[in-house]
Every structure is written in C-alpha cells, then in structure tokens.
C-alpha cells in the first residue's frame, strides 16, 4: 500500500484530497500545523495525524521520520496542500514583509522542504510521486497577492525543475494550478476584495467560462490522477483546473 503524505490536510482542499485518496487506496498521514485538528480525518481514514508547520525544515524531517516510524514504510506520494494567504496592496509599509516572507516561507519553503524530507526514501523504494499544488495566481497574478502569486509561481517552476531533476530517479514531480474552489478560502478571498462571499464568488463565475466554481473533490480528482502510479511518463507537468479561465497557459 501507498503512504501518501497530505501537507494542509485540515483545509477544505487538503480535507477533499485526503478522502479521495485514501478511498483509491493510499495510507494516508495528514498534516497540517499545530492546533489545526487532523486527528479525527485521521481516525475516520485509518491514517496517522502528523502535526508540523511545513515552514520548519527541522520539523519536516522529523515529521517524515514518524510517518516512516508509525507505518513501517517510505512515503511514496507527496501532495502538498498547506498554503498561508496574505492580501495586501504592494505599497504597504515595509513591517508589512515580515507577513509576506511568512506567506512565500509556507507555501514555497514548505513545498521544497516536504519534497526534500520524502525523497531519499522514494529513492529507497524504488520511486515516488509528487503533487505540488500551487494557484492559478502563480500563472497570471494577481493584485494585492503578491505573496500569493510569488510563492504559487514559484512552485509552479519547482514543479518543473524538480522534474527534470528527479525522473532519472523515477520520482515522477507534477504540478496543480487551481482557480477558485468552493472552499472557505473564499471568505477569506471576499474579504481581501471588499466584498461579501456572494459577490466574490459570482465575480468568480463571471470570469469562468465554465460557468461555476470548482468543487474541492473535482480538484482533489485532479490530484489523484497526477498521483496515478500508472502514468509513468507524466513529469513536471502544470495541471490547470479553471474551468478554463486561462486555458493552459504555462
């Protein structure tokens, strides 16, 4: 059996990718920082919580080291989930970069610091996969999300180096580049726009030619076939679920 290590599984997006996971039949250790509960999608998935904030390159070894030491294996697919949003306008006061610093240090830092935790073990068993999930604000921007958008577009490049890199050693590296998700993240999008949930989310589907939001299992399918263990040949791609607002520009 897989053990699949899920980063900000206590999300709405990390919560959908762990159920489709473990329900395809992956073991699944959940993570997301201390005091964000994981303990019970834990129980309810026959998985193991492992609390740690990804940002702490010292807590990630050691939280890779317990899932090794609790289920006996080498994790063989990485999703990484956990992500810090931070709005504001690029002509904020210069105190304000300690925030954007911690935005790019969990969703970039922590991306790489995961990646580089799992991989001699993916080397040990013989390969591995891994699921970067970054933003469709890492491809295009977006105002008053500089962080955001750096840390998710510096993902996105990971995803494509870390391909390249690692596929001689069979570990197969993909990316993910979702728009907006029916998730409570949008309370907190409508919040940085100014605008009531409602609003945002009709802007959202103003600007979808699809016509709707994602649904965070529609995402969380996504993830699981870029995690499919029988398409070998599938490296350093940019998967973009938008219902084709930028239509797979990379």
Known sequence: MTIALITGAAGGLGTAVARRLSADGRLVALNDRPGRDVAGLAAELGGVAVPADVSDPAAVTAMVAEVERR??????LLVTCAGRLETAPFTAEPEDLADWWRAVDVDLGGTFACAQAVMPGMVERGGGRMVFVASEWGVIGWPRASSDSASKGGTIALAKSLGRELAP????????APSSIDTPRLEVDAAAAGVTVGEFRARCVARTPLGRVASPEEVAAAVAFLADERLPTLVGQILQVNGGTTRARA
């Open 71 to 76: 289920t006996g294996g080498q994790i063989g």
């Open 169 to 176: 050693l069979g570990i197969a590296v993909n990316a993910i």
